[in-house]
């Protein structure tokens, strides 16, 4: 593939005042070749993985640079800003996006079909992608991005408040059952201590994970209907109000960028919090010497239906401009390739998405190895399913939804029946009509 590289930037990229201008594109050209403006979200997660990837990136070619846009917090943020600049023609060349939100971008048609792409490159698996890895990033008959970061729910805690409570740091609890108890224990300790958080706030994730668990779906198969509202969905929501109840969970959760139960956590105030393992290399670093900290896989719920939900970002090129469109291929490649895999995995706690790294000890062997505390979600690797994206125009608004529905659990001020309820109607009136 030829790049062709003595191309401007386009003007309109400086951005004006108001929404837009969140976005704060550098309008930077170089005469050498292409300035690519890239951007991502959570960047509590993502900041040095993708500093560390940019950094090797540019440091094997002179032909394009990348320059980050100011990151979004959340990916519902980093959405609702990609939409935004879509509609004023202010796009970055590359978005990552939550893996279900691709979906969502591919419908409306804001990011490229990298099919075209990755025919020119030839055998797919020569890059390291394998077909599931690809379906992360195919909808409609569109590869609307490339799986860059792939994550499960995972057991964080501290062995130490175990201990004082008579538990074994060694043998966490493998129900939910135990774990509620367990909380209840630690939150008896007093002195400002709580026994458990169970993230959900932000998006469907974690609620997908408990709803997952028992087996259930988000919609039925033809997509025309909700299909969590049956029992399945109930017990999900019924195990989230006992978490609350019996294992006395504070509401550590005011907004989805809210840290307090990280803050909890990493002094010591917390006994376990259930999270993405995307956090494991901050976390550990934010608990340093404090206590000893451990992970390990979620408590299971249904053993034989179970299944947890693939967390993540995909790498999504938005360029329009042709030239700046192959500029943007070769990152992106590089970004899920093996080394720019590993770089993510050894600066996050994500799973890899790249089968070469993954296969080959060369790239993680021996990380694993001196590393345990990101090995919990690679167990894991079993039960995952893709992230649900839900289909339509208001696939945005489904998830606040959602979001806002689970706020009344956890603040017990409605029955999981009447959340239930509630969440279903809502949700049917924004997705498509059959």
Do not use: C
């Not at 493998?174 to 026994?195: F, R, V």
């Not at 399945?232 to 005011?254: F, I, T």
């Not at 494991?280 to 979620?298: D, E, K, P, Y």
């Amino acid at each position: 593939m030829t790049l062709d590289l003595s191309i401007s930037r386009r003007g309109a990229l400086g951005l004006a005042g108001g929404a837009a201008a969140t976005l704060a594109m550098p309008g930077i050209v170089r005469a050498a070749g292409v300035d690519l403006v890239v951007h991502y979200s959570m960047p509590a997660i993502f900041k040095d993985a993708q500093e560390a990837i940019a950094a090797a990136f540019n440091a094997r070619q002179s032909a394009i640079r990348v320059s980050y846009v100011n990151p979004t917090p959340t990916y519902e943020d980093g959405a609702q800003l990609i939409l935004r600049q879509a509609a004023t023609g202010q796009l970055p060349d590359v978005s990552f996006q939550g893996l279900n939100r691709l979906r969502l971008f591919a419908e409306r048609g804001i990011a490229l079909d990298l099919r075209g792409l990755l025919k020119d490159e030839g055998d797919p698996a020569r890059l390291g992608y394998s077909a599931p890895l690809l379906g992360l990033g195919f909808h409609g008959g569109s590869q609307a991005g490339l799986a860059f970061a792939t994550s499960n729910p995972i057991s964080y805690y501290n062995a130490d408040l175990l201990k004082r409570v008579g538990a074994d740091p060694e043998a966490f609890p493998k129900t939910w059952d135990d774990a509620i108890a367990l909380s209840a224990k630690i939150a008896g300790l007093g002195d400002g201590i709580n026994g458990m958080f169970f993230r959900w706030p932000g998006d469907d994730w974690m609620f997908s994970a408990l709803l997952y668990g028992y087996g259930g779906r988000m919609l039925t198969t033809d997509e025309k209907a909700v299909a969590f509202n049956g029992p399945e969905g109930l017990a999900a929501l019924k195990l989230l109000d006992r978490m609350v109840k019996e294992g006395r969970m504070p509401n550590l959760a005011a907004s989805a960028s809210s840290t307090q139960d990280l803050q909890a956590f990493a002094a010591g105030k917390l006994g376990m919090m259930f999270r993405t393992t995307a956090q494991v290399r901050a976390i550990s670093q934010s608990v340093g010497a404090n206590f000893t900290l451990r992970t390990t896989v979620m408590p299971v719920i249904d053993p034989v239906k179970g299944r947890l939900p693939t967390g993540g970002a995909g790498a999504m090129i938005t360029a329009k401009d042709p030239n700046r469109q192959r500029a943007a291929w070769e990152f992106v490649k590089f970004a899920t390739s093996a080394e720019g895999t590993s770089l993510m995995v050894k600066n996050t706690g994500y799973v890899p998405t790249n089968q070469i790294a993954i296969d080959n000890p060369e790239y993680l062997g021996d990380f694993y190895k001196q590393n345990p505390l990101f090995v919990a979600a690679t167990k894991q690797v079993p039960l995952m399913i893709p992230w649900y994206a839900f289909p339509g125009q208001n696939s945005v608004r489904v998830t606040q939804v959602m979001v806002d529905q689970l706020a009344r659990i956890a603040e017990q001020k409605a029955t999981p029946e009447a959340v239930l309820a509630d969440m279903a109607t809502e949700v049917t009136k924004l997705i498509p009509t059959p």
